[in-house]
């Protein structure tokens, strides 16, 4: 039987990517599929879930985290996977120009996230603290996967005055970030918004510093967590 393909992440072929330091789901070795300008990591598995247990999610992650300390990624979300290498080099090519645009636009970036609970949001119970920096791959896989199904479930419409506030929320990193996007969600019966920003490495500790002063003066609780790859700024981008 032919072994199947779980693809973690698409990166530009010929970057000297190094797989040594990545352990895939159920400690299966990473590899590269490449075409000529793109490739994506990948590890082989007779039989793979289609749905994360936290281990998994941990590898998962973790992979992600090794190639994106080398350079820029398009983090994948579990589940990609393919029957053969010729599946996905042919969704390399069919995407080759999305995906050439994308990377550009990731180069030399990280997310950072901040949650909003409105004032009277009345659900500071219901979310987690910041992850710790330290524990980054373990943090983003949280993060991402673990949260991935809980989070859609709940996910709604902009409540009335929630786009007023991420839009001054906003207004307050002008010139440290170079997109956002926003997601408002109502888990436990509270008021949640999550806005996420595409910020150059460069500018991630004045983030943090013009983070500080607007938690300062702010009535509304904020959170912010980061730096992660991008997985909230490609996630509708994925395969």
């Known amino acids: 039987m032919t072994a199947s393909l779980l693809a973690y992440c698409v990166m530009r072929a010929g970057g000297g990517w190094e797989t040594q330091h990545a352990t895939g789901v159920e400690g299966a070795s990473v590899t590269l599929v490449e075409t000529a300008d793109l490739c ?21 992650a973790g992979v992600v985290n090794a190639f994106f300390r080398q350079g820029a990624i398009i983090p994948l979300r579990y589940g990609n996977i393919f029957h053969e290498s010729l599946d996905l080099i042919r969704l390399l090519q ?25 004032a009277d949001g009345g659900m500071t119970s219901a979310v987690s ?5 330290t524990d980054r791959a373990a943090s983003t896989g949280r993060s991402y ?8 479930a709940m996910i709604d419409e902009l409540p009335a005055g929630h786009e007023a506030i991420a839009r ?8 440290l970030f170079v997109k956002s996007r926003i997601e408002s969600a109502q ?20 983030f ?6 607007l938690s300062a ?23």
Not at 168 to 175: L, M, P, S, T, V
Not at 208 to 213: E, G, H, K, L, V
């Open 40 to 60: 994506a990591a990948v590890s082989r598995h007779d039989f793979i879930k289609t749905s994360a247990t936290e281990a998994d999610a941990l590898a998962y």
């Open 94 to 118: 069919d995407r080759h120009d999305r995906y050439l645009a994308i990377l550009s636009e990731l180069d030399d970036c990280v997310e950072m996230g901040i949650r909003i609970i409105p």
């Open 129 to 133: 603290p910041p992850e710790k920096p």
């Open 145 to 152: 996967l673990m949260e991935r199904k809980a989070h859609y």
């Open 168 to 175: 001054k929320i906003r207004h307050h990193f002008d010139g």
């Open 187 to 206: 888990p436990h019966g509270g008021n949640l918004i999550s806005l996420y920003f595409l910020v150059p490495n460069g500018n991630v500790e004045r």
């Open 208 to 213: 943090r510093s013009a983070f500080r002063t």
């Open 217 to 239: 003066s702010e009535q509304a609780k904020l959170l912010l967590s980061g730096p992660w790859p991008p997985y909230n700024m490609v996630f509708l981008e994925n395969a």
